[in-house]
């Protein structure tokens, strides 16, 4: 099974067994926090946010708590973890809510050109579930629709830290390392901040609404 057809219940059930110890569930306030904080510090309005797998939906959750957007669209390929987590996000009445039970690669190949972009996109724990060649189409595609984007993916050496630290063995991630990553996203969007990525498609040195030029790579 690939990453981009979602996962059955035997992974959520395997993976997430302990949610409230995940990344993004635990901790999904701090996460929320943390941008809230970098965007405010920048000056920067985030009115309107997409997640790319929005999972058991916490992140989602504690993301439209902190920002209160007044447009919201979650992705999820995997039915089971679509159910849980869209009755989560759909509880909260901050925004124009739209939830699609799809895949992130699906998702871009059916943008127009001139469709609307979002202010932040948020992509946890996607990429390790993509091919490369997954990735490459998507990306541009996403550069275009994101002014910003969330990223967090585990490299080779923090998916051989999980087997080691946790007994966590994820056969369904393809490994890559920090370089390649680096060399998919380069391309496309600027590093600015910690898992915080600027969008190539809308901004470069000149005209970034962001200070700290010397941060950018």
């Not at 993301?63 to 869209?86: C, N, T």
């Not at 910003?148 to 585990?154: D, E, G, K, S």
Request: glycine share 6%; net charge neutral.
């Amino acid at each position: 099974m690939k990453g981009a057809d979602g996962f059955d219940q035997s992974y959520w059930d395997k993976n997430y067994a302990e949610p409230k110890e995940m990344d993004g569930i635990g901790n999904a306030k701090n996460h929320a926090n943390y941008l809230k904080s970098y965007f405010e510090l920048e000056g920067v309005e985030i009115n309107s946010v997409i997640d790319l797998g929005f999972g058991l939906g916490h992140l989602s959750a504690a993301v439209i708590r902190k920002f209160k957007p007044w447009r919201f669209h979650g992705l999820e390929p995997s039915e089971p973890a679509y159910k849980k987590g869209g009755a989560r996000i759909s509880k909260l009445p901050y925004s124009k809510l739209k939830l699609d039970c799809t895949d992130l690669l699906t998702w871009a190949k059916k943008q127009p050109t001139d469709a609307r972009y979002f202010d932040l996109g948020i992509c946890t724990s996607v990429f390790q579930y993509l091919t490369d060649q997954e990735i490459k189409v998507s990306l541009p595609i996403m550069a275009r629709m994101f002014r910003y984007l969330y990223l967090t993916v585990p490299t080779d050496i923090e998916l051989n830290k999980q087997i080691e630290d946790l007994n966590f063995y994820d056969d369904l991630a393809i490994r890559r390392s920090r370089t390649e990553y680096l060399k998919l996203l380069a391309p496309h969007f600027t590093l600015v901040s910690s898992r915080i990525w600027e969008s190539k498609n809308h901004f470069n040195e000149d005209n970034t609404e962001l200070s700290d030029l010397l941060y950018r790579i």
